[in-house]
């Protein structure tokens, strides 16, 4: 079965540092990957998502996430924080090989951005 | 606009009565999914369909029941809630129709169940 670890249940940057949010995971079939982001009181709208095109994904609000195969990596960056980026952000890869079935998401990872 | 809806935002309620959380999109999408939240785990899927009248388990399905009668519509039930399903629940919908479509998630409800 697919699994997703993010490492760092709580990140924290000052405004205009570089975000850097890491996602691994495991896949028994060529993966889809995903990151959503949530803000408070609100659903999982989707960041990007990696579908065996480009390794480098480039997503909404000046994300991007690199596909590293050797590493089964994901990493979500930004190279500047802003302060509307403070949220909480999942890694997900897909069940079945497909994007839009059955997704299975990482602990989620808090980012917290600082003036 | 493209969107999924659940009703309630919010419920309170008591251990045993039943009760349902409503969703409904309007993209005419086939495949549709429960998630639920929780702290440290991430979202975890309940049930999911593929389609009317095709509904199958997810990764904790137990304490919950779905139906799919309409496209549109995928309410979870919840026949005897328990103080273990209080969580933060979530509808997803998306397309079949190419390889590429991403799901589109639902705003939220919470239950408490007391």
């Known amino acids: 079965a697919q699994s997703v670890t993010q490492l760092g249940s709580h990140v924290s940057v000052s405004e205009g540092a570089l975000v850097l949010l890491r996602c691994n995971y495991s896949?028994?079939?060529?993966?889809?990957l995903f990151w959503y982001v949530q803000y408070p009181n609100q659903g999982l709208q989707l960041l990007l998502k990696y579908t065996s095109a480009a390794t480098l994904v480039k997503g909404i609000n000046g994300f991007e996430a690199e596909f590293k195969k050797s590493e089964t990596s994901f990493h979500l960056t930004k190279p500047s924080a802003h302060m509307s980026d403070a949220a909480e952000y999942f890694c997900?890869?897909?069940?079945?090989?497909?994007?839009?079935?059955?997704?299975?998401f990482g602990q989620g990872t808090i980012l917290t951005v600082h003036p | 606009e493209a969107q999924v809806t659940q009703n309630p935002r919010y419920l309170i309620t008591v251990t045993g009565k039943k009760l349902t959380v409503t969703c409904s999109q309007n993209m005419n999408h086939e495949y549709m999914s429960w998630y639920r939240q929780d702290p440290g785990l991430g979202l975890r899927q309940i049930y999911y369909s593929m389609n009317v009248e095709a509904t199958d388990k997810g990764d904790v399905p137990e304490g919950y029941k779905v139906s799919r009668k309409e496209k549109r519509n995928f309410p979870l039930i919840l026949e005897s809630p328990s103080p273990n399903q209080t969580s933060l629940y979530f509808c997803a919908s998306s397309s079949n129709a190419g390889i590429n479509q991403p799901q589109h998630f639902g705003d939220g409800t919470r239950l408490s169940i007391l």
């Open positions: 997900a890869v897909s069940e079945d090989g497909t994007s839009y079935g059955k997704l299975t």
């Open positions: 896949s028994s079939v060529p993966p889809y």
